[in-house]
């Protein structure tokens, strides 16, 4: 079973200032891991993915984000935060395609992050 | 690329009513969609999984009466929602996952905007 836990509801930065969203997952195989953007009264769009190879994933808008194995973690960051970054952020995973599985992604309970001027 | 358009975006309709909202995959080939319910500041709740051709897989919990899913193209998945109440309302996003973006999970879904449905 598969499970993420996305540390902090809501989180608030000033602009320019170091945006870190956290998010760790549980998985009884190698997961497949996620970040998703939702802005107000739309779907989701995606951030960035890791798979395999480097932990060190970039991603659109400037945000990237590390894969750590030992940690159980996947944090967001990004180095200076606009206002244009204020939205709500969901950390996904899902596991590899072993016996058919759907690919189903399983999905934090989302962290908003608002941006002061 | 990778375009998935969802409508109606929202809708208000009588209890009793039934809705269908409608998922397309504009540019690409869309084997295998999904269905997700949101509530109000929470996260997205997986309803059910279809592909093209065969019979939608539901979560626990979903009931396949209430919720009819078909995928009938590869290009298509409707939702219907029979005879709403109050309590189905919510926020409705599809996400598709196309043909030919390589075999297996680690090819990310593509989200339609959602369908906010309000049920009176």
């Known amino acids: 079973a598969q499970s993420v836990t996305q540390l902090g509801s809501h989180v608030s930065v000033s602009e320019g200032a170091l945006v870190l969203l956290r998010c760790n997952y549980s998985s009884s195989v190698p997961p497949y891991l996620f970040w998703y953007v939702q802005y107000p009264n739309q779907g989701l769009q995606l951030l960035l993915k890791y798979t395999t190879g480097a932990t060190l994933v970039k991603g659109i808008n400037g945000f990237e984000a590390e894969f750590k194995k030992s940690e159980t973690s996947f944090h967001l960051t990004k180095p200076s935060a606009h206002m244009s970054d204020a939205a709500e952020y969901f950390c996904?995973?899902?596991?590899?395609?072993?016996?058919?599985?759907?690919?189903?992604?399983?999905f934090g309970k989302g962290t908003k992050l608002s941006v002061k001027p | 690329g990778a375009v998935v358009s969802q409508h109606p975006s929202w809708v208000i309709c009588k209890s009793g009513t039934s809705v269908k909202i409608e998922c397309r995959s504009l540019?690409?080939?869309?084997?295998?969609m999904f269905w997700y319910r949101q509530f109000p500041k929470q996260s997205l709740m997986l309803m059910a999984t279809s592909n093209e051709g065969s019979k939608a897989t539901y979560e626990q919990g979903v009931e396949k009466d209430k919720f009819l899913i078909n995928h009938a193209s590869l290009t298509l998945s409707t939702l219907t929602v029979t005879s709403a109440h109050p309590e189905d309302s919510s926020f409705y996003i599809c996400?598709?996952?196309?043909?030919?973006?390589?075999?297996?999970?680690?090819?990310?879904?593509?989200f339609g905007d959602g369908t906010r449905l309000s049920i009176l």
């Open positions: 996904a995973v899902s596991a590899p395609n072993y016996g058919g599985s759907q690919g189903n992604l399983i």
């Open positions: 540019d690409f080939q869309a084997t295998t």
């Open positions: 996400s598709a996952r196309g043909q030919g973006e390589g075999w297996g999970n680690n090819q990310p879904q593509h």
